[in-house]
């Protein structure tokens, strides 16, 4: 499916349908699960080659910024169902192209679908090319700073739950399956963030780096800004890296002290059942002569 969006007084407006040609005012061109036949009217109307969905997977990390054919070509790391118990992470590729902004994408994430809804109320966000990429960029460093924030609210509460008193334990928290699950999707939500905030930090870079496409001076100054953001995020997600591991370590420990604790109880029932199990191995033996053998109150004595 192809999406064309022209820049208006009121903002971003999606044409619908998309006329057949690519119009003289489009600035962005959005690929959501294209087929073969649209890409290649994109690909012939702005003289590029369009990534494929095995392209974009198959590029290594350094291939995946590159020049090409007067455009620029980057494919990214976004971090997506972070909503679910399975997130997932996907490529997206990103392309500035003649005045205009190119984006390949197979999945619908959650950043893409605020940002059209805010550009179409707000002018000032797609007023060129450069502008709508940083504004998808900021929209995605935005849902990283809100999944890490609720990463740290639930690690905060493990915390709390773990280390308490044993009084004021919560029987959730003597759940270690549970625990550890938890544990376990935090950590997953913070290394998929952490990969795509070191993906979208080399993209930055490598867009102000770049002498092909001209940037103005707000521009300029609004990627710097979310490369300052996409680093403090990757500080903070580092840390809570750190936290997920240390819980993680706590919850093991907390485990052995608990099957600790069963096999003292253990030890204990043996070392009291060690003086009845001598007197059943003895009167146990095959032997003629023992004695209270024939006595009648033998067992009785044996049992006392």
Not at 147 to 167: K, N, Q
Not at 265 to 284: A, E, H, K, Q, R
Not at 290 to 295: A, E, H, I
Request: proline share 6%; aromatic share 6%.
């Amino acid at each position: 499916m192809i999406n064309l969006f022209v820049r208006q007084t009121q903002g971003l407006k999606r044409l619908d349908p998309s006329p057949a040609t690519l119009p003289d005012d489009c600035i962005w061109v959005d690929l959501l699960e294209p087929s073969p036949d649209e890409e290649r009217m994109i690909e012939q109307a702005l003289a590029i080659d369009v990534p494929t969905r095995e392209e974009m997977k198959e590029s290594e990390a350094s291939s995946r910024l590159y020049e090409e054919h007067g455009a620029l070509f980057m494919t990214a790391t976004v971090a997506t169902k972070l909503d679910t118990d399975l997130p997932e992470s996907t490529q997206v590729t990103f392309i500035l192209a003649k005045n205009r902004l190119v984006t390949n994408r197979y999945v619908d994430p959650l950043p893409f679908r605020r940002f059209i809804a805010y550009a179409e109320r707000h002018p000032a966000t797609c007023t060129s090319a450069p502008v709508v990429l940083a504004g998808l960029i900021e929209s995605v460093i935005n849902r990283i700073a809100d999944v890490l924030e609720r990463v740290g609210t639930d690690l905060d509460a493990l915390s709390a739950e773990i280390f308490a008193p044993p009084r004021k334990r919560r029987a959730a928290a003597r759940n270690f399956r549970l625990v550890l699950d938890r544990i376990g999707q935090s950590g997953d939500l913070t290394s998929k963030a952490r990969e795509s905030l070191v993906s979208l930090g080399r993209m930055l870079a490598f867009v102000q780096q770049s002498l092909l496409i001209p940037l103005d001076r707000d521009t300029k100054d609004r990627f710097r800004s979310l490369s300052r953001d996409v680093l403090a995020l990757s500080d903070h997600s580092s840390f809570l890296g750190n936290k997920t591991t240390f819980l993680l370590e706590a919850t093991l420990g907390m485990i052995n002290i608990d099957q600790n604790n069963i096999i003292k109880i253990f030890s204990v029932v043996t070392v009291f059942m060690l003086p009845p199990s001598v007197i059943v191995g003895w009167f146990g033996m095959n032997f003629q002569h023992l004695p209270w053998l024939s006595t009648t109150h033998g067992p009785l004595i044996a049992l006392g």
